[in-house]
């Protein structure tokens, strides 16, 4: 079965770092996600992405993240300056259409670490 | 963000018997809601879905029920297995004009299946 991957699974950084978390969505899907889960915390929504450009965003969305699909396969997460609450797991998802219920498949996510 | 909130942090249930995990919501403009289980180390899997103007959907030994006007959701799991031993995740969205796909998580249910 066809599964989104994420890259890396483990990212140690430091304070005011800048890191790109990568993602290969499923290959037919058209909407791009992303979500973070803080240790002990919800699974909290960030960022959609469709059509090339940002559907909506959370307010944890701020200035230092951007999200970006350099080529037809790649879907990327950068923080320009990390900070120590930065640190969480990172989710990709993807899904297939919108209009009924298109599950988002998620991947194994991307643990980061901001020391 | 308590939106969706599931209030049992943990089950546990003996194998071959009915798992019922509970959510409840305060938003009743959400469209739809899916439920996902999560093993340690692994992104979100889904389970099944059902569309607000449904109460009932069925997959399998996977059965979710939804009672609109108490706003609470319920997926029984009939029977259980020692496999189904996971983290389980409420998820809705598609609330008040939100893009798809923005999802709000419950904090999620630990289920123990015991042989």
């Known amino acids: 079965e066809p599964e989104v991957t994420q890259t890396p699974s483990h990212q140690v950084t430091q304070m005011g770092q800048e890191v790109i978390l990568r993602c290969v969505p499923i290959?037919?899907?058209?909407?791009f996600y992303w979500y973070r889960q803080i240790l002990g915390q919800k699974v909290e929504f960030l960022v959609s992405f469709y059509n090339n450009e940002i559907s909506e965003k959370s307010e944890i969305f701020d200035d230092q993240f951007s999200v970006e699909r350099p080529d037809g396969s790649n879907f990327t997460l950068k923080i320009r300056s990390t900070k120590l609450e930065d640190s969480a797991m990172y989710f990709c998802a993807s899904s297939e259409v919108q209009g009924g219920i298109s599950p988002l498949h998620f991947g194994n996510g991307t643990r980061l670490t901001v020391t | 963000d308590q939106q969706v909130k599931q209030n049992s942090p943990s089950l546990s249930v003996q194998e071959g018997r009915i798992s019922i995990l509970n959510c409840d919501y305060t938003n009743s403009m959400f469209d739809y809601f899916l439920w996902y289980k999560k093993y340690p180390a692994e992104g979100p899997t889904f389970l099944i879905s059902?569309?607000?103007?449904?109460d009932k959907n069925e997959d399998g030994r996977f059965t979710v029920f939804l009672n609109k006007s108490a706003k609470h959701l319920s997926l029984h799991i009939v029977p259980s297995q020692p496999g189904d031993s996971a983290v389980y995740f409420c998820?809705?969205?598609?609330?008040?004009?939100?893009?798809?796909?923005?999802?709000?998580f419950g904090q999620g249910t630990i289920l123990t299946v015991h042989p």
């Open positions: 290959s037919n899907h058209l909407y």
């Open positions: 059902i569309s607000s103007i449904k």
């Open positions: 998820a809705a969205g598609g609330a008040g004009g939100t893009s798809y796909g923005k999802l709000t």
